[in-house]
């Protein structure tokens, strides 16, 4: 069925390629065959989307409770998750593991079968509480295509991680079904970091508050907390996936890209749109970065944003460094940048 709808998409799209072309010529070149790029009019295919006002927030967790451990990305030893299970345990939750979780396909935790079925049997499990991804590397948005999340809806369930497993946050939060970026079960290793996952998944407060740098723009802005992984969000773009950040707080963070790379990201938020329709940015972690001849990180932020009159957030440790704090993907949040601090906060 999933492939039927998909094939009519595509169907759909080819139907329209001659109209395409003709609104692309009439927008993009004037009388005198001059590029005349219309930003306005680009702009308007993001301007119209719709936002997304469901919010679907799973139960949170109790001592007792079920979760589970899924590998959609890289493979994973035993050894590298011994720590984190146990911290698991720790907290009074009966751990289940992906029945994918130590297969070895190349770089993968199993073929891409594998890693489908291992994961969906965990969603389509009533008993299961939570999903912890075991590790992030490549290939969550292999199997995200294939699998029903839409019976997250009336079943939600918790899914955490981050970098790889920013596909599995977009396609959720896509739905309106909440989720939380923060460490994975093989890097539970900062207590710091690992205390605020906890906290985040039992229902305990978790707002968070910096002193604000001279990178930071005061403001205030509210909406969906969305994003992650900005190699991800990038690589789902013009997809059924596509980020939907309308009217939402942009997270990203990365790591070990070029910094022309961040500027080639950023420069496709900018024109495809969803820059404009943002109502705040929080900037997390950008580790081993390689700048070359490019521009600092914070100028090639700054000049993507400085046009937009939003707050952006400097500060927060979220994404492949140490700490790594848990976030909620998909909820409303109030992101409010002063002139001696910035914070976010969450409904």
């Known amino acids: 069925m999933r ?3 998909c094939m009519a998409a595509l169907a759909s799209v080819l139907m329209l390629a001659p109209s395409c072309k003709k609104i692309y010529e009439e927008n993009y070149y ?6 005349v790029y219309n930003y306005e009019y680009y702009q308007k295919v993001l301007l119209d989307q719709k936002e997304i006002t469901d919010d679907i927030r799973p ?5 007792g409770d079920t979760v589970a451990v899924f590998a959609a990305s890289n493979k994973v030893t035993k050894s590298e998750l011994s720590a984190g299970i146990a911290k698991l345990k720790e907290w009074g939750l009966n751990v289940v593991e992906a029945d994918n979780l130590y297969e070895d396909d190349g770089r993968y935790a199993g073929t891409q079968s594998q890693r489908i079925l291992g994961l969906q049997k965990l969603i389509d499990n009533p008993n299961i509480k939570a999903l912890f991804s075991a590790r992030g590397g490549y290939g969550a948005a292999q199997v995200i295509p294939f699998l029903d999340l839409e019976k997250l809806k009336d079943q939600p369930k918790w899914a955490v991680g981050y970098s790889d497993v920013t596909a599995l946050h977009v396609a959720l939060n896509n739905l309106g079904i909440e989720s939380i970026h923060g460490p994975m079960v093989n890097k539970m290793t900062d207590a710091e970091s690992v205390e605020t996952l906890r906290k985040a998944l039992f229902g305990e407060t978790v707002s968070y508050s910096f002193p ?3 990178d ?10 969305v994003g992650g992984n900005l190699s991800l969000i990038y690589s789902l773009g013009g997809t059924l996936f596509d980020l939907n950040a309308k009217d939402a707080i942009l997270l990203i963070e990365d790591t070990g890209e ?3 790379h961040l500027d080639r990201m950023l420069t496709n938020l900018k024109l495809s749109g969803k820059l404009d329709c943002i109502k705040g ?3 997390g972690e950008f580790t081993n970065m390689n700048q070359g001849s490019d521009k600092p990180i914070n100028e090639i932020i700054l000049s993507k944003v400085k046009d ?5 957030m400097y500060g927060l440790g979220v994404g492949h460094g140490t700490p790594n704090y848990a976030v909620y993907m998909g909820r409303q949040a109030k992101l409010v940048v002063a002139n001696d601090k910035a914070t976010l906060t969450f409904e």
């Open 216 to 225: 930071c723009i005061t403001g205030k802005g509210e909406g969906r907390l």
């Open 258 to 260: 070029s910094n022309y």
């Open 281 to 283: 940015l929080v900037v």
């Open 30 to 35: 004037n009388t005198t065959n001059e590029s």
């Open 308 to 312: 937009l009159g939003i707050p952006v």
């Open 212 to 214: 604000t740098t001279q």
């Open 3 to 5: 492939l039927k709808t």
């Open 59 to 63: 139960p949170y967790l109790k001592k």
